[in-house]
C-alpha cells in the first residue's frame, strides 16, 4: 500500500502559477504509475496530466496542454504538477493516485490509490 499526500493549493489570480506536490511513502515509489486529477463542483473526476513509473511518457488532457507539466522525483518519492497561466475553469480540487498494475496508466479508475486533494482556487 502506498499513502498519498497532496500541497501546493491554494488561492491565485487567473495567469499565474501554481505547483503542487504529491509525496508518497509506503512502498517503492518508481513501482507506481502517477497521475493527477480533479474535480470542480457538480463536475465528474477528471485527468489532468499521467507520468509512466520512469518518468519518460507522459499524458495531458486536452484542456491543460501547453499550460501544465508532470514531473516525478523517484528519489524524493514525490511527483509534481507544474501549473501555469491558470484560468478559473482550472478551479477544482486536484487529487494524486498511484498504481503500480502497469508502467502508464491515464484512466481514472485503473489507479487504485488517492490521496485527499488539495483545493486550488483561480479568481479572474
Known amino acids: 500500500q502506498v499513502q498519498l499526500v497532496e500541497s501546493g493549493g491554494g488561492p491565485v489570480q487567473a495567469g499565474g502559477s501554481l505547483r503542487l506536490s504529491c509525496a508518497a511513502s509506503?512502498?517503492?515509489?518508481?513501482?507506481?504509475?502517477m497521475g493527477w486529477f480533479r474535480q470542480a463542483p457538480g463536475k465528474e473526476r477528471e485527468v489532468v496530466a499521467t507520468?509512466?513509473?520512469?518518468?519518460?511518457?507522459?499524458y495531458y488532457a486536452d484542456s491543460v496542454k501547453g499550460r501544465f507539466t508532470i514531473s516525478r522525483d523517484n528519489a524524493k518519492n514525490t511527483v509534481y504538477l507544474q501549473m501555469n497561466s491558470l484560468k478559473p475553469e482550472d478551479t477544482a480540487v486536484y487529487y494524486c493516485?498511484?498504481?503500480?498494475?502497469?508502467?502508464?496508466?491515464?484512466?481514472?479508475?485503473?489507479?487504485?490509490?488517492w490521496g485527499q486533494g488539495t483545493q486550488v482556487t483561480v479568481s479572474s
Open positions: 507520468i509512466s513509473r520512469g518518468g519518460g511518457s507522459t
Open positions: 493516485a498511484a498504481d503500480q498494475t502497469n508502467p502508464f496508466i491515464t484512466r481514472a479508475q485503473n489507479y487504485r490509490y
Open positions: 509506503g512502498r517503492t515509489f518508481s513501482n507506481y504509475a
